[in-house]
């Protein structure tokens, strides 16, 4: 543990002596280290390959889920999807500097808020690798110095891909410091980073809620949480039967280790009334296993749900559905079961999904669309850190903006208060 110590205090005075440049640094700087860092990584990606099939040797080992290793799995087309993550955010406006707002007082003062860096964030993950680029390239994007510590089943990929990140930053002048990953395995490093306040400004945990719960109980730095993806879909009596269709499936099936995958469908009476089960039946034909309440136990294939199955995560091709009387009901269940991560409604009917707008607080709502959308990505973020459940500073996709404070710049010509 003194090692861990040493070398946790070693990394966080280099990533504070970092951080002061960051705050200093142009946007082209900033441009050409992710420039540099996406074309070192493809440059390398035969290597990281290599380094990820150690990873995923070391999952099947450990006995990982086909979910868990399918989020920790690297093959060409992904690494190219990290390259164009990195890219995607280079392109983005640089936040630093921009004036949020500027007033002129009665007494002289003009005062504006002006976005600035955080500082130093630790980012900790779990199983994905891209997340060491995504969260190197936000970070840098926002004048952050960063301090990485992934999942140890993905602790070569991760370390493969920081040291193409590190190329890129040196390349373009700045300090290779400026992204620093936690080189051991051992969780001692983690308790460390959790209570280094004299060098951390920010703690984000990605993971599941076992990881997000060590973070938030034992932290003494402030956390941006990314708590689980208890995702449900709701399909109102109004709504479309082929837009339901194509929503839900994709919803659940297109991939379902992430945050984003529909993990509980809630289905209105009076649509079932209407449209029968087809939906259901599609999720079953789909390899899905379906774990139902009393109403959808008589459709062949279907399981009694458990008391536990409603408010999982489950992150695999599983899904829980329930019947409700209306939409009254459809929000106090979807409010006793969810994360506030994720929600959606499938209606035609606009002031049905305005109300469903209303009265759910989760970070993300969505209306005919699929909630495999809750990404930073698509949200035109160039790539995000996680979505943050919590109600302080960020909430939903953290991109690079939300990884910004503010400072007041005052002016005036000589003002003297009375």
């Known amino acids: 543990?003194?090692?861990?110590?040493?070398?946790?205090?070693?990394?966080?005075?280099?990533?504070?002596?970092?951080?002061?440049?960051?705050?200093?640094?142009?946007?082209?700087?900033?441009?050409?280290a992710l420039i540099g860092a996406a074309e070192e990584i493809w440059k390398t990606r035969s290597h990281i390959i290599a380094e990820n099939q150690k990873d995923m040797e070391y999952g099947r080992e450990k006995g990982l889920s086909d979910a868990m290793m399918d989020r920790?799995?690297?093959?060409?087309?992904?690494?190219?999807?990290?390259?164009?993550?990195?890219?995607a955010v280079a392109e983005l406006r640089d936040p630093i500097g921009e004036v949020m707002s500027e007033w002129k007082q009665p007494t002289g003062l003009n005062i504006k808020r002006v976005r600035t860096p955080l500082g130093v964030i630790g980012v900790i993950f779990e199983s994905r690798p891209n997340v060491t680029a995504d969260a190197a390239a936000l970070c840098l994007k926002s004048g952050n110095a960063s301090i990485l510590r992934g999942g140890s089943e993905s602790f070569h990929s991760s370390?493969?891909?920081?040291?193409?990140?590190?190329?890129?930053?040196?390349m373009a002048g700045l300090p290779a410091e400026s992204v620093q990953i936690i080189p051991t395995r051992d969780r001692a490093a983690v308790q460390k980073l959790l209570t280094m306040v004299e060098h951390v400004d920010v703690i984000v945990p990605r993971g599941g809620k076992g990881l997000v719960g060590l973070v938030q109980r034992e932290a003494r730095v402030p956390v941006f949480a990314h708590l689980e993806g208890i995702v449900h879909l709701y399909i109102d009596q109004d709504a479309d039967p082929q837009k339901a269709l194509d929503v839900v499936i994709n919803a659940k099936t297109r991939r379902t280790g992430i945050c984003g995958a529909l993990e509980c469908l809630v289905v209105d009476k009076a649509y079932r009334a209407k449209h029968g089960d087809d939906v259901v039946k599609a999720l079953l034909k789909a390899g899905v296993e379906v774990r139902g309440d009393a109403a959808h136990q008589s459709i062949e294939g279907v399981i009694a749900a458990k008391d536990d199955d409603w408010g999982c995560e489950f992150l695999d091709k599983i899904i829980?559905?329930?019947?409700?009387?209306?939409?009254?009901?459809a929000i106090e269940f979807i409010q006793n079961n969810h994360s506030?991560?994720?929600?959606?409604?499938?209606?035609?009917?606009?002031?049905?999904?305005?109300?469903?707008?209303?009265?759910?607080?989760?970070?993300?709502?969505?209306?005919?669309t699929s909630t495999q959308f809750a990404?930073?990505?698509?949200?035109?973020?160039?790539?995000?850190?996680?979505?943050?459940?919590?109600?302080?500073?960020?909430?939903?996709?953290?991109g690079a903006t939300q990884l910004t404070s503010f400072k007041y710049l005052v002016e005036s010509d000589g003002a003297v208060r009375a």
């Open 340 to 368: 506030q991560h994720t929600d959606g409604i499938i209606t035609e009917n606009a002031e049905t999904a305005a109300k469903f707008f209303t009265d759910l607080d989760s970070a993300i709502l969505m209306w005919n």
């Open 159 to 170: 370390t493969a891909i920081h040291a193409a990140i590190v190329r890129g930053l040196v």
């Open 375 to 398: 990404d930073g990505g698509e949200f035109g973020m160039g790539a995000e850190i996680g979505i943050a459940t919590g109600k302080l500073h960020a909430r939903g996709p953290v």
């Open 1 to 32: 543990m003194k090692n861990i110590e040493s070398l946790m205090n070693e990394i966080g005075e280099k990533a504070r002596q970092a951080s002061r440049i960051l705050a200093t640094i142009s946007a082209e700087r900033k441009y050409a």
């Open 72 to 87: 920790l799995m690297l093959d060409e087309d992904r690494i190219r999807g990290v390259v164009d993550g990195l890219r």
């Open 320 to 329: 829980a559905v329930r019947e409700v009387s209306d939409m009254n009901e």
